[in-house]
């Protein structure tokens, strides 16, 4: 019988994503408008080499000043956003983005989260699909049998009481090998939970890779 869990992390140390000795090289840039109805703070990556540096900021940038012209012209009336850098080795940056938005009329604000890894060599962003190929039946039975688990929007475990609706295209990378997949408020608990994930384990992502995609490229 296959040892998935020492396939998983040989399969994670060969695609770079266990931790390097490298430091996070991350500071805070910030936006905002005149009536301060909109609050932005988002990353800037340092990178030696200049033209993914800006590649990659310039990416970033583009989707705060979006969120501010939503702002400036009042589609919302008020919206904020935050970030969490997930991890970053040699090779990639994973970052976490909350948006906060209230429509125009209204007085009830709206949670989203994205995520977006940047691949540090090209500059381009890296899907999912280069660490996990993962089917929605996979994934359920992977959740259903302790091979992976749910946590809140505050990262508090919790047991689903729903199907999973779809597998997110909205991943991070935990230190330990894991691969977090982000759902939007409701899609998976009622929408007070906030943004929940989902993680898999380092043995789930080995297995069900050999199976759908045994060469990930």
Not at 45 to 55: L, Y
Not at 81 to 95: A, G, P, Q, R, V
Not at 115 to 135: A, S
Not at 154 to 164: A, K
Request: proline residues 4%.
């Amino acid at each position: 019988m296959k040892n998935y869990f020492i396939i998983g992390l040989i399969s994670l140390l060969i695609l770079g994503v266990i931790p390097s000795t490298s430091q996070a090289k991350v500071s805070n840039g910030f936006l905002t408008n005149d009536n301060n109805t909109c609050q932005i703070t988002y990353p800037v990556v340092q990178i030696d080499n200049r033209k993914i540096r800006e590649k990659i900021n310039d990416d970033i940038l583009s989707q705060a000043e979006e969120l501010k012209q939503q702002v400036d012209s009042s589609m919302y009336t008020k919206a904020d956003m935050t970030y969490y850098e997930k991890y970053e080795d040699d090779n990639i940056i994973s970052l976490m983005f909350y948006v906060n938005k209230t429509r125009k009329f209204s007085s009830q604000s709206n949670l989203s989260g994205y995520t977006v890894t940047y691949d540090k060599h090209t500059g381009e962003k890296v899907p999912v699909t280069r660490y996990l190929t993962i089917t929605l039946e996979q994934l359920q039975d992977a959740l259903n049998n302790s091979r992976a688990y749910a946590v809140d929007g505050l990262d508090n475990g919790v047991n689903l009481e729903v199907p999973i609706p779809y597998v997110s295209d909205n991943y991070f990378i935990c230190h330990d090998g894991s691969i977090g997949l982000l759902y939007q408020p409701g899609d998976l608990m009622p929408e007070d939970a906030g943004a929940c994930k989902i993680i898999v384990s380092p043995e789930t992502i080995a297995e069900v890779n050999e199976i759908n995609n045994p060469v990930i490229k």
